[in-house]
T-cell receptor, first 113, second 114 residues
Framework: KAGVTQTPRYLIKTRGQQVTLSCSPI?????VSWYQQTPGQGLQFLFE???????NKGNFPGRFSGRQFSNSRSEMNVSTLELGDSALYLC????????????FGPGTRLTVL | QKEVEQNSGPLSVPEGAIASLNCTYS??????FFWYRQYSGKSPELIMF????GDKEDGRFTAQLNKASQYVSLLIRDSQPSDSATYLC??????????????FGQGTILTVHP
């Protein structure tokens, strides 16, 4: 099976711009979770989508949003970028069941200048 | 108090030794526990998961869970230089909408020196 894919792998944006990141889960997986990883805060949960519905949300401002399509692919969007949004954005794929494990994609490295 | 705390590193062990990584969690409703390994510049890679009290072994890795003490650990036997990485402890609280949310510790950097 192919693993989790994320595009693009690297992005450079300037403050105030917006950005859209994409994640394709493992075939058959219906849950996609998004995380932000920074040196200072570590790995933090953004939100999870399951069957096109946001099922869980972390403590991030409304500038961070996402969606999921019928083929389980997911996108996350960050509007009005701030310098502090520079991070590695990771998505994780799972079946979405209670005892299932999450498998991470390679991540998108976002740099905000 | 942080939700998930790991023993402060970095941890340095000689090749062939046992590396012990520890993690405590604050939410007694936590039901699933995971260890991920992250090499520099890479994404986290799942090593072990454990749901029940006791030990779970997989090759050179053993995960230990003690829910009464709210403690989970990872032992790496016969440590190799290739085990040098950051180890992340992750916890999932039980209950319907929590399925997709993992809470991570800050990570422990392990260095295995020849």
């Amino acid at each position: 099976k192919a693993g989790v894919t994320q595009t693009p792998r690297y992005l450079i944006k300037t403050r105030g711009q917006q950005v859209t990141l994409s994640c394709s889960p493992i075939s058959g997986h219906r849950s996609v979770s998004w995380y932000q990883q920074t040196p200072g805060q570590g790995l933090q949960f953004l939100f999870e989508y399951f069957s096109e519905t946001q099922r869980n949300k972390g403590n991030f401002p409304g500038r961070f949003s996402g969606r999921q399509f019928s083929n389980s692919r997911s996108e996350m969007n960050v509007s009005t970028l701030e310098l502090g949004d520079s991070a590695l954005y990771l998505c994780a794929s799972s079946s979405g069941q209670p005892t299932d494990t999450q498998y991470f994609g390679p991540g998108t490295r976002l740099t905000v200048l | 108090q942080k939700e998930v705390e790991q023993n402060s590193g970095p941890l340095s062990v000689p090749e062939g030794a046992i590396a012990s990584l520890n993690c405590t969690y604050s939410d007694r409703g936590s039901q699933s526990f995971f260890w991920y390994r992250q090499y520099s510049g890479k994404s986290p890679e799942l090593i072990m998961f454990i749901y029940s009290n006791g030990d779970k072994e997989d090759g050179r890795f053993t995960a230990q869970l003690n829910k009464a003490s709210q403690y989970v650990s990872l032992l790496i036997r016969d440590s190799q230089p290739s085990d040098s990485a950051t180890y992340l402890c992750a916890v999932r609280v039980g209950g319907g909408t929590s399925y997709g949310k993992l809470t991570f510790g800050q990570g422990t950097i392990l260095t295995v020196h020849p």
